[in-house]
């Protein structure tokens, strides 16, 4: 199996930036399309940003222009550049990989969660 590991959340002002990592470590596998989620207080989660293994990215409407996904696939990571940051970016912020195995199966992986806080 293939683990996720996130980091670079924190407590930020608004109008300041974060960039989150997502690291991929394990054995005979390949990335596929990956992305971030994220989940607020009492809030379903939502899908902020997904990138292909072409890299072609894609955006939740209330981060477009703010937020930018970035992958380098010689090292199984994928990167959140958060910029503009407003309070309402508050949540925890989940990593997403669809992973392909040696055998030729694919399967979803998740990241632990790294929270993301801005203050007003």
Known sequence: QVQLVESG???V??????RLSCAASGSGF???GMGWYRQAPGKERELVAS??????TNYVDSVKGRFSIFRD?????VYLQMSSLKPEDTAVYYCNAAVRS???SS???WGQGTQVTVSS
């Open 9 to 11: 959340g924190g407590l």
């Open 13 to 18: 002002q608004a109008g300041g930036s974060l």
């Open 30 to 32: 390949s990335l596929l």
């Open 51 to 56: 990138i292909t293994s072409g890299g072609n």
């Open 73 to 77: 696939n010689a090292k199984n990571t």
């Open 102 to 104: 040696y055998t030729g």
């Open 107 to 109: 399967y979803p992986s």
